[in-house]
């Protein structure tokens, strides 16, 4: 027993860690420690390091172990790495002693002793045959006088009183990690080893939603919605989010938020609060800087109340979704004197955010470029470019098809091969499979990223781009719908618009289709083939002068030769559909309206 109690107490640089008991105190000096606040998958990610000292242990060795039978994205992992390092290397003065091994794993390199400090042999200098530990310099390293070797073999009382010695201090060091527990429980706070460091970029806490309601009982709805808000935000890429827990010891206490973002280490908070009056429920949230007191964002949700469940799960949704873009625009306008892989994937999703055209491919091309040089291994680099690529080639705004899909499928490639359950990747594989019109094969990839995200707004309106390609016509407004639904700011909102107008007008609703087609053009003006099939709808629907109106529109949008006549646009092919049946109905309704706009046949 006293060995196994050994062989779970580890000591590296000022800190013991407790194996067994899931304890790690920082020793300030002799006789002298103070408890870590880690969350139990940081501690566990440390415990699987640790084991295995010196070693490469892969991202999917540490996820499979510290998230088991659980499908989590690697930002997860991401996270709980940087909250090590944040507390492990506050007192190195180069370098940290969790080894990055890019696009592969991670590397404890701190030397490690077994048991009580001076009682241990470092793991790291054992196996040279004489079982001397080894010091850093190669001389020999003495153990302390209870376990020094000498010529005398130890007398049956020697060995007695060691063994007294031994269980008194396995007794001592289990209660010392039960009530540094304890200590750590209830005055964390003080404790915090974020107290003074710089917060992680994309860190925030969920406060409780206070609820505003006369009746009492309605605090439950309130609690819902901030145990949803955190669970959301968990899921975002590259997002550290305090634990609900924590979170809620803050419940109907005085806030003080420059306060509560120094004890929690987080740049950011979300409040926010809840009223009931009748059939009428009113949420507030407002997305607030910790660091400056500066409110950042704020929304207002009325909703008429029926399943409390559904109007909960819809609102949290809409809040998680706005507050990922917020969050990396507000990160990216942050100067940064020596930007890293980092900085420059925020200023490249952050570029992403405004409506696609040239220059803001250009934008994002050029951040995930430099991220790509800064860290050459970086899997998410390699995604978020080949993503920028794959959206120019859906957008119609490549140069060069060939060259950019090839690019980015071999990019893909390599972030699948080093991160092969990675979500980001499979949503990249996705829409370069879309940009090839290989939209069969995309629909199982759209299906996954939904399965796993429910708020993935994204995926539902390219799965219903894809089904429409397939023929699947009538699946497609209802996915669009809820991508709106989901995101109703979204940058890309203008195709989704154009999307349900293209089916309404190909089922001969012509109304609704110059109504969501109009919706289209309104919230992206700078898409030549949205105005083009509103002149079609215009015409169909007889306002023949409107009509030719917008047909101008797309040919100069267009450029020279685009949009001629019929018989170039059957060329180029049918946009994005490969179904016979959706063919048929392109020539009844889109090109015979495009002729009453006034398009030659030739």
Not at 493 to 520: C, M, N, P
Request: net charge neutral.
């Amino acid at each position: 027993m006293d060995g196994l109690g050994s062989a779970n107490i580890l000591q590296f640089e000022e800190f013991r860690f407790d194996r067994a008991g899931g304890c790690l105190t920082r020793l300030d000096g002799p006789g002298v420690a103070g408890p870590v606040a880690l969350g139990s998958r940081a501690l566990g990610v440390l415990a699987l390091l640790v084991s295995r000292q010196g070693q490469l242990v892969t991202k999917d060795e540490i996820m499979a172990a510290v998230w088991p039978g659980t499908a989590v994205e690697e930002g997860n992992l991401t996270v709980q790495i940087s909250a090590l390092r944040r507390v492990l290397d506050q007192s190195r003065a180069q370098g940290s002693c969790i080894q990055t091994v890019s696009g592969r794993g991670y590397r404890f390199v701190a030397p490690i002793t077994r048991g009580d400090a001076g009682a241990a042999a470092p793991i790291s200098s054992l196996g040279n045959g004489s079982g001397t530990p080894i010091a850093v310099d190669g001389q020999p390293e003495w153990r302390s006088a209870d376990f020094r070797t000498n010529a005398l073999s130890p007398t049956p009382a020697q060995r007695k009183s060691h063994l007294l010695r031994r269980a008194l201090v396995a007794g001592v060091a289990g209660a010392f990690c039960l009530a540094t527990a304890v200590v750590a429980a209830v005055d964390w706070r003080s404790l915090s080893p974020w107290k003074d460091s710089p917060a992680p970029r994309l860190s925030i806490v969920v406060l409780p939603f206070t609820n505003l309601s006369n009746d009492p009982d309605q605090q439950y709805f309130a609690d819902g919605i901030t145990d949803d808000l955190t669970t959301d935000l968990s899921r975002l890429s590259d997002m550290f989010v305090i634990a609900r827990n924590t979170g809620f010891t803050y419940k109907e206490k005085p806030l003080d938020l420059r306060q509560i973002g120094r004890e929690l280490g987080v740049r950011y908070v979300l409040e926010g609060s809840v009223r009931r009056s009748g059939n009428q429920v009113r949420v507030n949230a407002q997305l607030i800087d910790a660091a400056t007191d500066a409110h950042l964002w704020a929304e207002r949700f009325d909703r008429d109340t029926g399943d409390l469940f559904a109007l909960q799960s819809g609102i949290t949704r809409r809040i998680a979704i706005a507050l990922d873009a917020e969050l990396v625009s507000a990160e990216a306008a942050r100067p940064n004197e020596h930007p890293d892989a980092l900085d420059y994937l925020l200023r490249g999703r952050a570029a992403g955010l405004n409506p696609h055209s040239a220059d803001v491919d250009a934008n994002s091309l050029s951040m995930f470029e430099r991220a790509l040089t800064v860290d050459p291994g970086s899997a998410e680099a390699k995604i978020r470019l080949a993503l920028a690529l794959a959206y120019r080639v859906l957008g119609n705004r490549s140069t060069s098809c060939r060259s950019d899909i090839m690019r980015a499928e071999a990019l893909i490639d390599q972030a699948l091969a080093a991160s092969p359950r990675s979500q980001l990747a499979h949503w990249a594989k996705a829409q370069l499979l879309r940009a090839q019109h290989r939209c069969a094969e995309a629909i199982p990839e759209f299906e996954m990223i939904i399965a796993s995200d429910r708020n993935s707004a994204g995926a539902y309106a390219a799965l219903g781009h894809c089904k429409f390609s397939e023929g699947a016509i009538d699946e497609t407004i209802p996915l669009e719908e809820k991508a709106i639904q989901l995101s109703p700011r979204d940058p890309a909102i203008g195709i989704w618009y154009w999307r349900i107008g293209v089916v309404h007008l190909l089922q001969s609703r012509t109304d609704e289709a110059v109504r969501w087609l109009e919706k289209g053009c309104a919230a992206t003006p700078g898409i030549p083939l949205h105005h083009a099939w509103l002149a079609a709808a215009l015409a169909l629907d007889g306002e023949y002068e409107r009509a030719a109106t917008e047909l101008a529109e797309a040919r100069r949008q267009g450029g020279e030769g685009s949009y001629s006549s019929i018989a170039r646009l059957r060329t180029l092919g049918v946009y994005g559909a490969s179904a016979p049946k959706i063919q048929t109905l392109f020539e009844a309704t889109y090109f015979a309206g495009l002729r009453k706009a006034g398009m030659p046949e030739e």
